[in-house]
């Protein structure tokens, strides 16, 4: 059976269980849902309410007043529970029809569903300075210890239509998922800028995201042609209603009877509201003409066309609380904020009230048309095959952001990039089991709209503001790539490869301080250069008597650098997210006679830097000052799992995921000089957590 065209008339549905050893059977936080969260989307119940304008007037009293007791949903509560086993559940039902004049006619249809919770306990997380020489110890910027629940749904479909009439085919396919987050975090710890001072946060987050893709496509064989098309749209749809944040922190002031007491300040509570859609319209047309065939040769010609038009809508808008004390009890903002704070007797304009902070310049529109064509020529010789071809686009994206905060003046930026891309593809047999491949091609990294949109966005996670770089440039990849394929049977392979790829402009993430305050951004850097081997295959172990056995292994030794100009403040270093080593292995067992299938699953990646630090280069610029990058740490992380299949169409399965359970560490290894003018090196952790062993049993009824 496949998706496209079924074979026959057939229906699956599974159900398992999900536990782990971190969430199931412990006490977990969770602020108030809507009806329909768990079918992953908010119901309405936190969106702003009718009665808030379009922009509230500050300096309205009586608008005020509305808006604060009846513009949202008042609901701070937190709610504690002990978690039921994580749900999944899919169902796909297949169906076709075939007549004796040759119409077939398949259809297939998938749902799929799953809820999850899940926790992140006792999780450091810290941010550093400049290593403290003086006393040889981590110098602080932050450093929180943070307790993060979530709760999870999605909900997917699938829809496959495919009519079939000779030598036309023509398909519908359409794919749906929905997923939902309700998401409450506990942060305490301290912050050391200016002074040292402890701090509590919470923030309340709910998200959803909406995806749709549909295509309509056909194929028709005239003679030695072939001509195929795809008519397609997709929507994309992020909804962040009424996220929620409270900030308190220590009272400094020595000798006041409040001294070392938590406290809220004005501006600390703070609700605001995402919501982004995209459409996304596509054609393509391809045409393929088949030359003939000689004793010893073949070759075809193929031609396309692909158009793409994009829009997106990004808006965001934002509210704070403020208040006038003198109207508020003596102790007001040392109270409890959910329970004491966050009352209705508090509200007013002269008392605790809504204030819209919304700068119109976070929002933006965007708009994307890509054009194409290419040409290829495919060609074989006896033993020896090859594929080349070239690839034109033209892509145009138009930004629209506005230009002030209150009024809804916009400014266009555009993006225009023509590219030729060639591609080259050369085989040669040396037998039936050993190919030889080499691949050259030129591709593209481009831009997305938020990242060359000047819009801010508080990642609460990074304790930080995101924004993207007006500036950012498309990236340019070259990749060459030699590889040797050997094909013992038809169930196994052995592969050995050389890579190699340029990067010209590569994208960047990356931060700017503001005197220990982060804003995230994105930049390019000079050029960087990745290659290494790689091995890949899937071997029986017959040979050496383990009849039902079956080895994997896929492996790589990569190195990477990437290289900025003499202005940058960083230096030459490892591409960012790229690991200098990676194992992935297994061991597989699967008897017919049993019915039983078991497998053990490896893998390890090399650290790999997560985050970039900043290189002092001023007037006597040394180590000592340096800000180093942060890596995420090596784990080893192993897998079992087990299918006993009962009759023909019943089968059971039982997976252990991460059953190590090793913690999950991002480092710095700060280096100085010390007075003797040895070279030193130093750990330190800025982010420590375990996410706990899966546990998954689940039953597959196949009629």
Same mark, same amino acid.
Request: overall charge negative; proline content about 2%.
């Given at each position: 059976m496949t998706k496209n065209m079924p074979e026959s008339n057939e229906t699956l549905l599974s159900y398992g269980l999900n536990f782990n050893t971190s969430t199931h059977f412990n006490d977990h936080f969770y602020n108030t849902s809507s009806p329909t969260d768990f079918l992953g989307f908010d119901s309405g119940e936190r969106a702003i309410r009718k009665v808030v304008p379009q922009r509230l007037h500050n300096n309205n009293p009586s608008q005020v007043d509305e808006v604060t007791s009846r513009g949202f949903r008042n609901d701070w509560r937190v709610h504690e529970h002990r978690p039921i086993a994580d749900q999944r559940i899919n169902l796909m039902i297949s169906r076709y029809r075939f007549t004796e004049k040759g119409t077939k006619l398949g259809i297939t249809g998938a749902l799929n569903y799953s809820y999850s919770s899940h926790p992140y306990s006792e999780m450091l997380n810290a941010r550093f300075g400049v290593y403290n020489t003086v006393s040889d110890e981590p110098e602080y910027i932050y450093k929180y210890v943070d307790n993060q629940y979530?709760?999870?749904?999605?909900?997917?479909?699938?829809?496959?239509?495919?009519?079939?009439?000779?030598?036309?085919?023509?398909?519908?396919r359409n794919i749906f998922n929905q997923q939902g987050k309700n998401r409450y975090t506990i942060r305490n710890g301290w912050q050391n800028i200016s002074a040292l001072y402890m701090q509590e946060k919470r923030e309340y987050l709910y998200s959803s995201r909406t995806t749709y893709s549909g295509q309509f496509a056909g194929s028709h064989k005239i003679k030695s042609s072939e001509i195929d098309w795809i008519a397609g749209y997709s929507y994309a749809g992020l909804n962040q209603p009424d996220r929620r944040?409270?900030?308190?922190?220590?009272?400094?002031?020595?000798?006041d009877k409040y001294y070392g007491m938590m406290a809220i300040d004005q501006n600390e509570i703070t609700r605001d509201f995402v919501n982004l859609d995209e459409h996304t319209f596509s054609g393509s047309l391809n045409y393929t003409l088949s030359l003939g065939k000689g004793h010893t040769t073949t070759s075809q010609i193929k031609a396309g066309l692909f158009g793409e038009y994009k829009s997106r809508d990004y808006n965001n808008r934002q509210f704070f609380y403020r208040f006038n004390q003198y109207n508020l009890p003596e102790n007001f903002v040392y109270q409890d904020v959910v329970n004491e704070i966050l009352k209705p007797d508090n509200y007013g304009q002269n008392k605790l009230y809504?204030?819209?902070d919304?700068?119109?310049?976070?929002?933006?529109?965007?708009?994307?048309?890509?054009?194409?064509?290419?040409?290829?020529?495919k060609f074989s010789i006896g033993l020896f095959n090859m594929l080349a071809g070239v690839r034109i686009e033209s892509n145009r994206m138009k930004l629209t952001n506005y230009t002030k905060i209150y009024e809804f003046d916009t400014a266009d930026r555009e993006y225009n990039q023509?590219?030729?891309? /060639? !591609?080259?593809?050369?085989?040669? @047999? %040396?037998?039936?089991?050993?190919?030889?491949?080499?691949?050259?091609?030129?591709?593209?990294?481009?831009?997305?709209?938020?990242?060359?949109? /000047? !819009?801010?966005?508080?990642?609460? @996670? %990074?304790?930080?503001?995101?924004?993207?770089?007006?500036?950012l440039k498309n990236a340019t990849i070259h990749n060459l790539d030699l590889r040797y394929e050997y094909y013992p049977s038809k169930d196994e392979y052995i592969t050995f490869a050389l890579f190699y790829k340029y990067f010209k402009n590569p994208i960047e993430w990356t931060y700017l301080d503001a005197g220990g305050s982060y804003t995230y951004t994105f930049e390019n850097a000079l050029s960087a250069n990745n290659y290494g081997a790689e091995i890949d295959m899937k071997k029986s172990l017959d040979f050496v008597g383990l009849d039902n056995f079956t080895l994997g292994l896929n492996a790589a030794l990569i190195s990477s650098q990437i290289n900025f100009d003499s202005s940058s403040m960083e230096t030459d270093r490892p591409m960012q997210g790229q690991s200098p080593y990676l194992v992935n292995t297994s061991l597989y067992y699967d008897s017919k006679k049993t019915g039983i299938s078991v497998g053990i699953l490896y893998n390890r990646i090399g650290k790999?830097?997560?985050?970039?630090?900043?290189?002092?280069?001023?007037?006597?610029?040394?180590?000592?000052?340096?800000?180093?990058?942060?890596?995420?740490l090596p784990r080893d992380l192993l897998d079992f799992v087990l299918t006993k299949r009962i009759g023909k169409h019943i089968e059971f399965k039982?997976?252990?995921?991460?059953?190590?359970?090793?913690?999950?560490?991002?480092?710095?290894?700060?280096?100085?000089?010390?007075?003797?003018?040895?070279?030193?090196?130093?750990?330190?952790v800025s982010k420590s957590f375990r996410p706990g062993t899966d546990i998954y049993i689940g039953l597959q009824i196949t009629f």
């Open positions: 979530s709760i999870d749904a999605k909900l997917g479909g699938m829809l496959n239509i495919t009519f079939i009439k000779g030598n036309n085919k023509f398909e519908f944040m409270i900030n308190r922190e220590e009272n400094l002031i020595y000798g809504i204030y819209e919304t700068d119109n310049r976070n929002s933006y529109k965007g708009q994307n048309v890509l054009t194409a064509g290419y040409l290829s020529y023509f590219d030729i891309f /060639p !591609s080259l593809n050369a085989s040669y @047999n %040396l037998d039936t089991k050993n190919i030889i491949r080499l691949a050259y091609g030129i591709s593209t990294n481009r831009q997305e709209f938020r990242e060359v949109s /000047p !819009s801010v966005y508080y990642d609460f @996670n %990074l304790f930080s503001d995101v924004k993207g770089n007006t500036d790999r830097i997560v985050g970039i630090g900043r290189v002092d280069t001023g007037s006597g610029a040394s180590i000592n000052n340096d800000v180093p990058d942060t890596y995420e039982a997976n252990f995921k991460d059953i190590l359970n090793q913690q999950v560490v991002f480092a710095q290894y700060p280096r100085f000089e010390d007075e003797d003018g040895n070279i030193n090196k130093r750990k330190q």
